[in-house]
């Protein structure tokens, strides 16, 4: 079953992996990233390869270290984004989570979504003022849900 959400606010789903400044490059706006193997395979990189790693430790910008004709033999993928990104500095970005190389919402957070929307909308609705005890609030919106507080919320979805 394959659904479309449309998302009403900023997601960032990781998958806990960071890409230095020193593997991608912005152009055209597009994010590129480097396929760093293919770079330290090649044999042009080979001789300045001592000097890419004495300087990869303070310098943030890859243009800085290597000629763009260098790198930019080797693009891994290319994203679009927002054209104010063209020009600033580089940062460490956080990668997204991906199947078959698409970006994608797992069914756990979007669970997680829902529960926490239904739990606001019941609790609210019931005037429940004292919001510490989670496992109370998870019984008290399950049993208005199903009868029950003894089942699972992801059983009920």
Same mark, same amino acid.
């Given at each position: ?91 460490? +970005? =956080? *990668? ?8 994608? #919402?797992?069914?756990?957070? @979007?669970? !997680? &979504? ?13 005037? +429940? =003022? *004292? ?8 019984? #008290?919106?399950?049993?208005? @849900?199903? !009868? &029950? ?9």
């Amino acid at each position: 079953m394959i659904f479309r959400i449309r998302v009403l606010s900023p997601v960032h789903i990781g998958n806990g992996n960071a890409i230095s400044p020193l593997e991608y490059f912005i152009e055209n706006n597009s994010f590129v990233r480097i396929d760093m193997d293919k770079l330290f395979n090649d044999p042009d990189f080979i001789p300045q390869m001592r000097t890419f790693i004495d300087k990869a430790g303070f310098e943030r910008n890859i243009s800085k270290i290597l000629s763009q004709n260098l790198y930019k033999k080797h693009p891994l993928y290319a994203l679009s984004v927002h054209s104010s990104a063209k020009g600033s500095n580089p940062i460490e +970005v =956080r *990668e997204y989570i991906k199947s078959a190389g698409r970006v994608f #919402i797992p069914g756990s957070s @979007i669970k !997680g &979504s829902i529960l926490s929307g239904v739990m606001e909308t019941i609790l609210k609705i019931k005037n +429940v =003022r *004292e919001l510490s005890d989670f496992r109370t609030l998870l019984g #008290i919106v399950l049993n208005e @849900i199903t !009868g &029950s507080s003894m089942n699972e919320f992801s059983r009920w979805i």
